[in-house]
């Protein structure tokens, strides 16, 4: 974890300052030591609160919201633009959320792409925002840039606008690839879901997932991933009520399971919860 050593360190560190060491020492060293001790007390509890938002900020930034710039849609199932920062929209003046990817890309290159100047300015406007480096992230997931996928349009994005245009390579590791099957059922992004509909898509969509209840009850159930089993929390307000973060949790149970068994590294958690979730959620 990015910051599993600093934690542990500070927690040590914090724990040494919060222990009275107990001195036989003399009336004036005691008054010294009083001092001494409350003021390490205070360091400690500093140190312990430290690492602990460490902790937190690591755990957000895993659990925090994946913004894509292209998205499949779960009706047309043809590829289209989020445009969530409103760049596109703003360069065009006019809005593109919600239209097919090539047509964006076009209107992008024939109104702002012909002018040097003008496709300069553009260029600046978009890499000082996120759209490259999620476009990249997109792209990268891919086993390969097949035409009308969301993986072929950033890297079309990404060929046409950034300066600094990385070549697609596709990753060797088969758990850091994310196959874009056309007809693969998936969630449509929302807070709460039900146990039923989640498992069965999980069960169909991640490979090595299973399903060991022989019936999904209304609360939580037992699964397993390439022979690790635990529970996914569910029904604790409404029977078979699933709340997002508790499917984000079992996620990254999988990823501990994928770093035990050496299936990936540590430091490629967040890229391997990406192919997960494209694995679920439109």
């Not at 703003?90 to 002018?115: F, I, M, Q, W, Y």
Request: proline share 2%; with cysteine.
């Amino acid at each position: 974890m990015k910051y599993k050593v600093l934690c542990l360190i500070l927690i040590f560190l914090g724990l040494l300052f919060l222990i009275n060491f107990r001195l036989d020492i003399t009336g004036a060293a005691i008054g010294g030591y009083e001092l001494y001790s409350e003021f390490g007390s205070s360091i400690g509890l500093l140190l312990i609160l430290m690492s602990i938002i460490l902790l937190l900020t690591e755990e957000s930034e895993l659990e925090r919201k994946i913004e894509k710039l292209f998205i499949k849609d779960p009706k047309t199932r043809e590829i289209i633009v989020t445009d969530f920062l409103y760049l596109f929209g703003g360069e065009l003046g006019h809005t593109v959320v919600s239209r097919k990817a090539k047509e964006v890309l076009d209107e992008l290159k024939n109104k702002l792409g012909k002018d040097k100047i003008t496709k300069k300015i553009a260029q600046e406007d978009l890499e000082n925002s996120s759209y490259f480096k999620i476009a990249y992230s997109q792209r990268d997931i891919c086993e390969s840039l097949e035409p009308e996928t969301e993986g072929y349009y950033a890297d079309r994005f990404l060929f046409e606008w950034d300066l600094n245009y990385k070549s697609f390579v596709p990753s060797k590791n088969p758990y850091l690839i994310y196959k874009d099957e056309q007809k693969l059922v998936k969630l449509e992004d929302k807070e709460i879901y039900d146990t039923r509909d989640v498992l069965s898509i999980m069960k169909h969509n991640i490979e090595g997932f299973k399903i060991i209840d022989k019936k999904i009850g209304q609360h939580d159930v037992l699964i397993e991933y390439r022979g690790a089993r635990f529970h996914i929390m569910a029904g604790s307000k409404k029977p078979y009520e699933l709340p997002k973060k508790n499917i984000i949790r079992v996620l990254k149970r999988i990823i501990i399971e994928d770093i035990k068994k050496k299936n990936i590294e540590e430091g490629d958690q967040k890229r391997r919860l990406d192919i997960l979730r494209n694995y679920l959620f439109y």
